[in-house]
């Protein structure tokens, strides 16, 4: 069957396999509802009065004439919230960032005022009445410069503060990396800057809150990844009673990380609707969610690695230095401020590993989230499979070859890296052989052997400037992750305080057909055909009768979100649990209605029968109905089927792929394409393997855009210069080849039925791919590495030995 062909109708899986998504008919028809799409009597609406100044204290600001405006209702400034404690709010990473500015501005975009009038234009309108009065301040940009005596201290709020320094983190062993890089043969070093890049999801940021002055009640309808977290964080910060708070995510048009956090906006809607005591909506337009919205990465990473001449492996470490903004709202588990950056030591059987990682304050926009990435899992991939490359460069060696030969054994799991992870599930050379022989890669060696020759032949070193002199280059780059998603066991992880486990509600309805309630929200991934098809699996119950309720605190258990592909392993592991569950009291309904002992029954997929004969049975349904009416249930036993758990996992899930990439590059004007592209995955046990393709055909398209194209860059005084899709480019179908993707399956042992995620694997393998290939193709120009994006540009100035374009 060819990778995108549906199964025929009757032959649709009744568990795993693929299927249609469930929720796209409402999609496809233009019937999904979105925040935006939501309308209220009487509902007014919020605009934000932005800082244009990166650094500068607020001397003043006058409303009176925004306020005369014919169809303002109110504008809200940080003096203001600051009279009920709301100026400032607690980021998830244990710092405060500002709501509205009271004092300075601390970068630009800032969130200044609050206006609130009849329709959206109006208060946009009404934004350009009020008069803030800036006196700048020296601005800090460069991340290097951050912890110079003479830096303009950017948090001076802070009692007792007096530089920009937020955190040092290290693990592994440092001394044990001493001792293998003293004994090494070789030893290569490398500085790579992993920019900041944003989620940019399709839809932006924004919420309708609609506060019940009578019944002391709000109702959040808000662009939010982690409804339940959001409404915890709402009531402790903004004194309101838990049980009042409702917290909607509705259709959520994208998230990637950027719809974890809690904005400002969120905030002051909440306040002007107590204030204005109508229902108030704020939505932001794509420049502010670009310019003042949690970027991703960031990281200034210089890597080293020691090996022996025959290229075994023996240490890695790491130095990095983190730009987290103007404030520390980066999303992490409490214990790990640089998240799971710590797996940087990637696939590898390595003896010593270390990193350490200092954060740092600068004036731009904060965040630091795990744009498509397991809380830093991107980066440390994208370290160490740089850091290999470099090491073949050095050794002369293939980096299939040098791969293949430092990867894990199957034999090796499960497998306790030197920084303390222990992963859980894993056949790598199984994976590369397939991702190499996909590609053909012996072939493509040898035409680029071929190439090389005739770029040679042809005179290599003015091809830059001669236009085309040469040929075209071409690269072959290999990458192989493993990623750490699932999080987490609540011994190990939290955020805010709160564990990371899931809960899951089973409800078995007297027709046998069943609702599921979670707790994680789906922001595209297809939770409503997936979940079902895990009820399915486990209960033969058609995934058509299994309505998936997600994305309203009033409707559904609690738990942390959707975020880190944390879904699959933590509430997939719960939906599951609670239906086994259920199958274990369909069992007794089911012996009672059978005359039968519960252990003489067996199960087959959607029915119990009697060991020895089959004939005597009861469906699913039938004991649902059963077990709603009036079959005689023994003592003690409560009728109906109805379950519910909160699964807490013993270990986070270890999935990993193998990817090639194949690139072209114009030696005259420096433009990469990218020719071929083949991804083996392996996300343990497959639900629905055409939304796995989904995922990875979207996550492979972000990599190449951050390899090639996206980049959120400022210049000297803080200005944005990625503020809009004109600058900030993100991929289309022009720029991606025809993905050829493959699979192998090595299910998580932890895990109920074996799944790792798969939802964020092809943004963290894609971009170390990209970038290796095009480093690869330079190779007749002694290029070592590039940092990303390789725009035309950057490409150019690297083949003129220069780190950057002029
Ligand atoms: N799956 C299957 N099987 C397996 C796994 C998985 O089937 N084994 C599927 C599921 O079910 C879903 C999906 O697939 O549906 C995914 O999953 P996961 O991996 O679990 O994940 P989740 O949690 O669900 O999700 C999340 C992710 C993330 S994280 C991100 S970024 C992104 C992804 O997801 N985002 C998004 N993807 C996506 N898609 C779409 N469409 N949209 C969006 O937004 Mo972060 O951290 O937030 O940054």
Request: charged share 25%.
């Amino acid at each position: 069957m060819a990778s995108t062909e549906l199964p025929p109708q009757e032959e649709r899986p009744i568990g795993f396999g693929r299927m249609l998504r469930k929720e796209d008919p409402r999609f496809i028809r233009g019937r999904g509802r979105y925040v935006d799409d939501i309308q209220l009597p009487g509902m007014l609406h919020g605009a934000i009065l932005r800082s244009p100044l990166a650094h500068a204290r607020i001397a003043s600001i006058d409303t009176a004439a925004a306020m005369a405006h014919p169809k303002v209702h109110a504008v809200i400034t940080g003096k203001d919230l600051e009279a009920q404690g709301l100026a400032w709010m607690p980021t998830l990473s244990a710092d405060v960032c500002a709501v509205l500015a009271t004092d300075k501005v601390r970068f630009q975009g800032q969130e200044v005022a609050f206006v609130v009038a009849d329709d959206r234009y109006s208060a946009r309108d009404a934004l350009e009445l009020i008069d803030v009065e800036y006196e700048p301040l020296p601005v800090l940009v460069d991340a290097k410069k951050a912890l110079d005596p003479d830096a303009p201290i950017i948090r001076d709020e802070i009692e007792g503060r007096t530089d920009n320094h937020i955190f040092d983190w290290e693990s592994g062993d440092a001394a044990a990396c001493d001792e293998v890089f003293a004994r090494a043969d070789v030893v290569v070093a490398q500085d790579m800057l992993y920019p900041r890049v944003h989620p940019a999801p399709m839809e932006t940021c924004g919420c309708v809150a609609d506060y019940d002055r009578v019944e002391g009640r709000l109702t959040l309808w808000e662009t939010s990844q982690a409804p339940h977290a959001h409404r915890t964080l709402f009531a402790l910060v903004a004194g309101l009673p838990e049980e009042r708070i409702r917290v909607v995510s509705p259709d959520i048009g994208g998230g990637f990380g950027n719809k974890v956090g809690i904005y400002p906006g969120y905030v002051c809607a909440t306040v002007a609707s107590i204030v204005t005591g109508k229902p108030v909506k704020w939505m932001e337009d794509r420049t502010e969610n670009l310019v003042s919205t949690s970027f991703a990465r960031d990281y200034h990473m210089r890597g080293e690695i020691a090996a022996t001449k025959d290229g075994k492996i023996l240490g890695i470490r790491t130095r990095v230095l983190a730009d987290h903004g103007a404030f520390n709202t980066t999303a992490q588990p409490t214990k790990y401020p640089a998240g799971f950056f710590h797996i940087f030591t990637g696939s590898y059987d390595i003896e010593a590993a270390h990193c350490k990682v200092t954060g740092v304050y600068t004036n731009k926009a904060g965040g630091g989230v795990a744009y498509a990435c397991s809380f830093r899992v991107t980066e440390a991939v994208y370290l160490v499979e740089r850091m290999v490359d470099v090491l073949a460069a050095e050794l002369g060696m293939d980096p299939a070859e040098l791969r293949m030969k430092n990867l894990l054994k199957p034999e090796q799991f499960p497998y306790e890296n030197k920084t303390g992870w222990v992963y859980d599930s894993g056949d790598y050379p199984t994976a590369l052989r397939m991702a190499l022989d996909m590609v053909g890669y012996d072939e493509l060696r040898r035409e680029q052997a071929e190439k090389r020759r005739a770029h040679a032949e042809r005179g290599s070193g003015d091809g830059a400037a001669g236009g085309g002199a040469g040929g075209e280059l071409m690269g072959i780059g290999v990458a192989f992750f493993t990623e750490t998603v699932g999080a987490g066991p609540r011994k190990h992880m939290d955020i805010v305080g709160l564990g990371m486990s899931d809960g899951a509600e089973l409800r078995i309805h007297p027709t046998g057909k069943a609702q599921l309630g979670i707790s994680c929200q789906t922001q595209g991934q297809g939770h409503e055909t997936t979940f079902a098809q895990i009820v399915a699996e486990e209960l033969g119950i058609p995934p058509e009768d299994v309505e998936v309720v997600h994305g309203d605190t009033d409707r559904t258990p609690f738990g942390l979100g959707t975020y880190g592909s944390r879904s699959t392993p933590v509430s997939g592991a719960a939906t599951a649990v609670v239906a086994r569950k259920v199958r274990e009291r369909a069992r007794i309904v089911a012996a009672a209605m059978l005359e039968a002992s519960a252990d003489d029954l067996e199960w087959e997929k959607g029915r119990f029968f009697v060991k020895g004969d089959p004939s005597r049975g009861a469906t699913i349904q039938e004991i649902a109905m059963g077990a709603h009416g009036t079959v005689e249930l023994p003592e003690g036993i409560e009728p109906g089927l109805d379950a519910e758990t909160v699964y807490d996992p013993p270990n986070l899930t270890f999935p990993f792929g193998a990817y090639v990439c194949v690139v072209d590059v114009d030696p005259g004007t420096g433009v990469v394409k990218v020719r071929r592209f083949v991804a083996v995955d392996d996300c343990g046990t497959r639900i629905n393997p055409m939304i796995i393709e989904g995922q990875i055909h979207g996550g492979l398209t972000d990599g190449v855009g951050m390899a090639l194209m996206q980049l959120i860059s400022f210049d000297e005084e803080g200005n944005c210069l990625g503020g809009s899709f004109m600058d900030y480019l993100v991929p289309t179908a022009l720029e991606v080849p025809e993905w050829e993707t493959g699979h192998t399956v090595t299910p998580s042992p932890h895990h109920p039925i074996g799944a790792k995620g798969i939802g964020e694997s092809a943004t963290v393998g894609s971009p170390p791919a990209v970038v290796n290939a095009v480093i690869d193709a330079l190779e007749p120009y002694g290029v070592r590495h590039a940092d990303m994006p390789l725009t035309p540009a950057r490409v150019w100035a690297a083949m003129q030995g220069r780190a950057e374009p002029p």
